[in-house]
């Protein structure tokens, strides 16, 4: 019986010491890549609200690197949308567009590279979406 105990135990111990590495190893072995969670307006999105206070948002799933900004552009029938960036906090990138968006016109917002404050690069890239404004 005391065997089985003694087998017992170590076999526990195996579990115990397999679980503390795997998940010491997520940690120490480097994060995630960074990808965007979600933006705003959403892809698809249609009679966007064009006027007032409007901005693209892009929310990131890691802290990312405030002085990469410049890889994201935004356009309408091939022309670019000039603006100004806004880090929120880490994870939100905000742009404001210097110009009122024309009624009615499809936009494309194209995110071509940016890393993380760990300089890992975000996955899934280029990533675009697409949105349109109202009247």
């Known amino acids: 019986m005391r065997k089985l105990y003694v087998v017992l135990f170590l076999f526990s111990l195996i579990i115990f010491i397999g679980c503390a590495a795997v998940q010491d190893g997520g940690r120490a072995a480097g994060k995630k890549a960074p990808y965007i969670v979600f933006t705003v307006p959403a892809n698809g999105q249609t009679k966007v609200q064009r006027s007032g206070n409007f901005y693209v948002e892009i929310y990131f799933s890691a802290e990312m690197d405030p002085t990469t900004k410049d ?65």
Not at 87 to 93: A, Q, V
Not at 100 to 115: A, M, Q
Not at 122 to 129: E, G, M, S, T, V
């Open 71 to 135: 890889f994201f552009m935004m356009t309408a029938r091939g022309r670019r949308v000039e603006g100004r960036f806004f880090w929120l906090n880490g994870h939100t990138l905000q742009f404001r567009p210097d110009v009122l968006l024309e009624p009615n016109t499809s936009y494309e917002c194209r995110i071509t590279d940016g890393y993380s404050i760990y300089k890992e690069r975000l996955r899934d890239i280029p990533f675009f979406w697409l949105f349109t404004t109202g009247p």
